[in-house]
């Protein structure tokens, strides 16, 4: 019932509704690529080169032939789900440590908040392309770059949110009642920095979008033929002159996306702390 | 508050230590050493005594934390080695390319302060009307935007409609050439800009929105002030504050921004050496460019904690 309630006071305002018709969108064209992609998004049509958009490719075709709109749905889907994976490993990693830094506190929390303010130094992008390029590129250098990059964003933030639960009353009652440091992280600290990891995870998932089309844009990412949105954006650059098409629609679904997530995050921001309401 | 800037410089200190340590570790971590990628397909045919010798050279054959020690000495002597590919100095190579990622990241700080307050303080003025939309809306969408498709949308919107680009390649100094060098970095800037004025516009509105509820701002009307002075005066330099310490982190985010923007627009800047140097696994020019955009990093966060003492005295005295 509570969930409900809040869900319609998500719904009710008119940005929230944008935000969510965006992401279901995103959603079901990443979800449901494999059904409705009119073709295979390798396949070649040489006859159609550089085709404008037309009743027979909707979104017309590429430098090779192959259908922009059946590789902009499999892009989509490679972006959400590269997205999820990255952010849900930074973002268990940041609140492991996160937790265990703001909770048990004394020199672990020094040594670990060194560790993460140090990597906070290098700008997410620089890590995440350091990484993924060293390691050579890749499906899977790129979500370990991204969820590396992520780590210390999630842990800082946790740790901030249990620094204030730590002191609440309930807390003190389990310690009191002699509960263990484990049991107290997980049943009474965890649950209640639930709001800040949501919130975090919604936006920091944005973020990953961003970013793996920056580094596949740049040739660190994911590699040729695999339809990336990113890479359709820098492939499409040598022969936008005559076939705008092939940067326009890629750059619009991650813009769909990122804007989809953004709006909902902000909104949930809204709903789940109160005190940050407004800001 | 010299207590609290050398304060503040000392804490800088171990933090540079471990970045050069992960710096110089990012190298070593690498399969195979630094003599197989200079000698590449001909390693295999380098005799025992080749290797040792080149080892020697390069100073393989020490243990790893004399290693360390060795580059950092030379790294504070102003020594980066030698690239591998060009075999100039790092440090000339970053020299080389500085003044044009600087240029651009100063023209991107000042379009998104230029941009971003104004539009933020008229929203907050004006709450709830339609300029308090269009800057929420600038706002969402400003961070929501793939820097690297405005980027090429922009190229592709001038070349086929204005029959004109910016010029690409080689970098025009703005001392040399004012006119041509603002032509060839205003739209990168814009780019690189872009998300920064809307993160700046947003938070410039909700914190003067904040304090336009103040008792002091109240105040202020009630005496019958000029309201242009009780919003410039009373209000955005109060609102200053949070506004300053964003900018401080976007600033530091924008030297690395400044990669994707300078690789779209072709500028010869540290992004693009960077690039150049991971795709030929330079290493020494890597190294040099991660450590430098790192330090530069750290030394924009430590002049915004400077600013901020400045601006609020409360801070300086809390140290």
Redesign the interface.
Known sequence: MKMLKRFQRFVKTPTGIVGLVLIILYCTMSLLAPLIAPYDPYQMHYQFRLHPPCRQFLLGTDQFGRDMLSRVLFGARLSLILSLVSTTIGAVLGTLLGVIAGYLGSYLDAVIM??I??LL???P??TA??IA??RGGGLSNVVIGIAIAFTPIFARMIRGAVLIVKEEDFVQAAKALGASNLRIMLHHVLPNVASVIIVQFSLAC?WAI?LE??LS????GVSPPTPSL?LM??E??KT??FA?WL??Y??AV??IA??GI??MG?RLRDILDPRLR?? | MYRYLLRRLIQAI??LI??SI?VFL??R??PGTIIDIIAGLDSKILTEEQIKALSKLYGLDQPLVKQYFVWLAAIIHGNMGYSFRTGQAVVQEIAARLPCTLELTLLATLISIVLGIPLGLFAAVKHNSLIDLICTFFA??G???????LG??I??IL??FFGWLPPLGTFIPFHINPVGSLEQLVFPALVLAFDVAATIARLTR?ST??ILHQNYIITAFSKGLPASSIYFRHCLKNALIPIITALGIQV??M???A??VE?IFTLPGIGTLL?SA??RRDYPV?QGT?LF??FA??LV?LFVDVLYGIINPKIRLEV
């Open positions: 060194r560790f303010d140090i130094t290098f700008p992008i620089l392309l350091i390029s060293l944005s961003l089309a920056t844009f740049l040739g660190f990113g954006i820098s499409g650059r936008m002159e705008p940067i326009i890629p750059g991650i813009m990122v804007l953004n709006i902000d407004g800001v | 171990p933090t471990i970045v992960l990012v190298t971590l690498i969402i969408c961070i929501s935007i793939p820097k690297v498709w090429v949308l190229i592709f070349s086929r909700s929105l904040e530091g985010y030297l690395a921004g990669i994707a690789q690039l991971i795709a890597i991660i955009i790192a990093f750290i966060n």
